[in-house]
């Protein structure tokens, strides 16, 4: 994005791109590298930074502090204490020791244990509590688990601005910040969604209502474009929130030496060509944990295949098993299909990592060595119980 880009009169981004990014928080594959968005907003008595940068990009923060000539700042509000958001504080503070930094209880408590910042730094306010700047006011509610115990959203009243911070963000280093209501804007929030928000769907429901009163003309998140159609985003995680199942099926598979792969590929078959149910396929060897996410949010289904690895299931496929565990997706049904050579007890493994998960299980089709033919039809036998049970979810 263009340093220090003017939103509206008197709001600025203030924040960094960082497109050679490839890995956030050593886990989430970003192809689109990412950005770290801070806003300086200006009243006509004070001056506020809403939420700072990650601490590699406290340098270009100053530096566009200072090229919008702010010589005191009387405000950092902080948002949520992922030091993605939070960790250039310090550095802040350092520059501007006039300042105070404004949010609530919880994430007083999350910024002195992780940033050391002195308690007597920090202002504390409460849900529903305003700031004035002058002719301009800031008022703050708290969204709990989007996606922190501590996070809180700013709204500022007169320019109707909602800074969101990781609400609504995307992963994304925009050359303008302003987004386009196009495709690409909305597969970039909704992966978004799927690896970060999705495990909290019903309570990011409960504050999408808290919201609802709002008039709001711009969404502003600390991460990627900014949405001059706040409809645009919202009316998409309600969707996401609650899914419109599609009729599709999820199979993320690994194969050792190709007998795991004859049967997905014999179930795929039967699934497409006698059932008519779409098969979305990841080799997870090589499979972007993020498209799988994003697959995630809207299928009914999801079949696990893997092989036996010293009578569990391979760890790519354990791995994934944890990752639908932690993401919570809205799935009702889940299968596991899979070869061995003297013996396995995957099923007991993969079932001991998906707690959380409140899907039916359907019969695991655990075959020895490489499939014959006949011992394919226990896979035909379980393409045609997902048919029936996708019949159900699509007729009622």
Known sequence: MNNH???????????????????FDGLIPLPDGTS??????????KTALIDSVDPQYSGKLLENLHAQQVT?????????????HSGSIPAVLQRYPE??????AKNRDFLISLLHISEDRIQVIHDGERLSLGDATLRFYLTPWVHWPETMVTYLEEEKILFSCDFFGSHLAPEYLTSKDDEATLRAAKRYFAEIMMPFSPIIAKNLEKLSPLDISMIAPSHGPVFGNPAFVMNAYREWIKPSYRNKVILPYVSMHGSTEVMVNHLTKELE????????????????????????VDAPT?????????QGAHPAAAYAAMLVNALRPPLKHIGLIGSFGWGTRMVEQITSLLPNSKADLFDPVLIKGLPRPENLQDLTTLASSIATKHASIFTN
């Open 5 to 23: 880009e003017l939103l509206v009169k008197n709001v600025w981004s203030v924040g960094a791109n960082d497109p050679g990014r490839r890995l």
């Open 36 to 45: 770290y968005n801070a806003y300086l907003v200006k009243g006509s008595e």
């Open 72 to 84: 005191k700042l009387d405000y950092i509000i902080s948002n949520h204490a992922e030091q993605d």
């Open 99 to 104: 300042a105070q930094v404004v949010t609530n």
């Open 273 to 296: 060509e006698q059932q008519q149910i779409p098969v979305e396929r990841f080799d997870l060897t090589e499979a972007d944990i993020g498209e799988l996410a994003m697959a995630l």
């Open 302 to 310: 999801l079949i696990l295949a893997t092989p036996t690895v010293l």
